[in-house]
């Protein structure tokens, strides 16, 4: 008994945490959320690099081809919402990100933490994509879709880099 609760002490001693615990930072700032994922990319190059970083922290990212990479999902974020994917393209500067439908993500929440302004996207034989908010800030487009017909809920986020003037 006396062997149990020494092993018990030494293992609460060594700092050990279960794998979902490393993926969440003590940091509000710094936790992986939604929220963040779409503010960082605001702070321009080095909010874009947090985002790549971070995906590459919680994703099993898989090289492709020329500098690309892939993970899937589902990753379960510090806010209880869940990315399906995420892909990075490193000489494009695009990520795409899949977000779960459950729980929902709110588009007009969204918007307010980014300041992105809603259209309807139809492909080319007219169906209904659903809406795709954008901003465009800090030498990057922020943009996130929702899904078709209800606009209920996000299910994707993408970044790209903002092409300098000609």
């Not at 898989?62 to 993970?71: I, N």
């Not at 899949?98 to 993500?105: I, K, L, N, Q």
């Not at 901003?135 to 943009?143: K, L, V, Y």
Request: aromatic fraction near 8%; proline fraction near 7%.
């Amino acid at each position: 008994m006396a062997f149990a609760a020494c092993a018990l002490m030494s293992c609460s001693t060594t700092g050990a945490r279960a794998p979902e615990q490393r993926q969440v930072a003590a940091d509000p700032i710094d936790s992986i959320t939604i929220e963040n994922l779409l503010r960082w990319p605001l702070e321009g190059e080095a909010g874009k690099r947090r985002v790549d970083a971070a995906l590459r922290r919680i994703f099993e990212m898989k090289p492709l081809q020329a500098q690309q990479f892939s993970g899937d999902g589902p990753v379960k974020l510090s806010d209880g919402n869940v990315l399906s994917f995420a892909w990075i393209a490193e000489l494009s500067g695009q990520v795409d990100i899949g977000v779960a439908a459950e729980p929902c993500v709110s588009p007009e929440q969204a918007a307010g933490w980014i300041g992105a302004q809603a259209a309807i996207t139809q492909d080319a034989h007219g169906q209904d994509r659903g809406k795709t908010y954008r901003t465009q800030r800090a030498g990057n487009w922020i943009e996130f879709t929702t899904t078709p017909a209800t606009y209920r809920c996000i299910d994707s986020i993408n970044l790209y880099p903002a092409k300098p003037p000609k």
